[in-house]
């Protein structure tokens, strides 16, 4: 057995019962194989070993109080995952489907796409199976102070700086925020995507969704092709998805399809964007509203089916293992000629195998999404500077980051012989130097 098939069967026997946590892991130390092979010192090291465990775990109860004035109780997770390259950063994600498997899913692919930023910023990630859906502001405030009360003591602007993911937008961010400063009596970077009014960065709402336009644009580009005409599926319809929406459409892409998780809408004619940022953004209401407000949209219930309508690029940016083999069958034959991910891990193992041998660009997630959290880092290098950039400028620097990303990915993947493979590409670019700075630090 290879290293990293012993490394990946005791990662197995050893965390039972966490199927997205072997997905991940499975994806990631597969493609390091090659890695692994040119520098046997690591296996000596326990590099691998080392890297599949986190750091730390932290699970916790969150008590609060109803609107009725029932006591409610959730559970609580931070996994401070790898901290070689810098403070543990990634988001929190509050939705019913959160569980040690999931946190510990992303945090495992936050370590390499926050490396592949290029920024000093290691991985982790947390949440809640707190569903903020249909509850008041007053019920979200309540649980956001519970849970902070537990989380503030293990985070701050040097050690672990969470920010959103599905279900902590801005409201729930001020919350949390309002919560650690009352508590440790300091006004610091502890969060980001703060508003602006307390030390957010411009272009952070935007970051996630612009970024993986504009990778997605410097792929198109260096074939000789780009986003104007092009028709585009989206899945979800949160914030990655809304601004991913905006700026293909600003760079002349029809946006034809977004969803939430009960059913999609088609617009022939092109999504109106405005009208999906009043049902979703102003209202939090449902998706569906949409084909009542829109003459000629057609909204279907359930997911699955977006798919199935004909694109040229299609950015799933919804949630985890939303496009399996059937559906990836299908996009490749209406014709799909790029899938970027938007969200993490939306496409299965076996659905990548199919983009991949059929000549689809794949820009796998811990690349195409990273923009949000390269903003993030922008956010708290302005935080420590007491400083505040420019949208243009927090914009430039976002697309530059997103830019050399390709580069770097496609470069890491030509070297160790599997050009266009940017699955291994980027594990392998953000893996080197989590790899070395670990190899730097001893065995700790
Ligand atoms: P939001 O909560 O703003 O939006 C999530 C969207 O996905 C909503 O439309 C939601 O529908 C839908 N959705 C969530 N779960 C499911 C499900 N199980 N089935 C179908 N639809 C679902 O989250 P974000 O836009 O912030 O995040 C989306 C993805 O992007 C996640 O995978 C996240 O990890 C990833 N990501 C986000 C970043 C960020 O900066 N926000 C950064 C990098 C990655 P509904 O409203 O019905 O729940």
Sequence with gaps: MSYVEQVLANLKKNNPNEPEFHQAATEILTTLAPVVEAHPEYEKAGLLERFVEPERVIMFRVPWVDDSGKVRVNKGYRVQFNSAIGPYKGGLRFHPSVNLSIIKFL????????SLTGLPIGGGKGGSDFDPKGKSDREVMAFCQSFM???????????????GDIGVGGREIGFL?????RIRDEHVGVLTGRGLSYGGSLVRTEATGYGLVYITEEA??????????KTVVISGSGNVAIYACQKAQSLGAKVVALYDSNGYIYDAEGIKLDVVKDIKEVKRGRIKEYAERVKGAKYVEGCKGIWTIPCDIALPCATQNE???QSAEILVKNGVKYVAEGAN??????????????GVVFLPAKAANAGGVATSALEMAQSSGRMFWSFEEVDAKLKNIMVNIYHNIENAAKDYGYEGNYVMGANIAGFIKVADAMMAHGVV
Excluded: C, W
């Design 149 to 163: 009360t537990e989380l503030y003591r293990h985070i701050g602007p040097d050690t672990d700086v969470p920010a």
């Design 323 to 325: 496009i399996d083999k």
């Design 345 to 358: 891990m939306p496409s299965t193992l076996e659905a990548i195998e199919v983009f991949q041998k059929n």
């Design 107 to 114: 945090g495992l692919e936050q370590i390499l796409k926050n």
């Design 220 to 229: 198109l580009k260096v074939r000789g092709d780009s986003f104007k005409g």
């Design 177 to 181: 925020f309002g919560q650690y400063k």
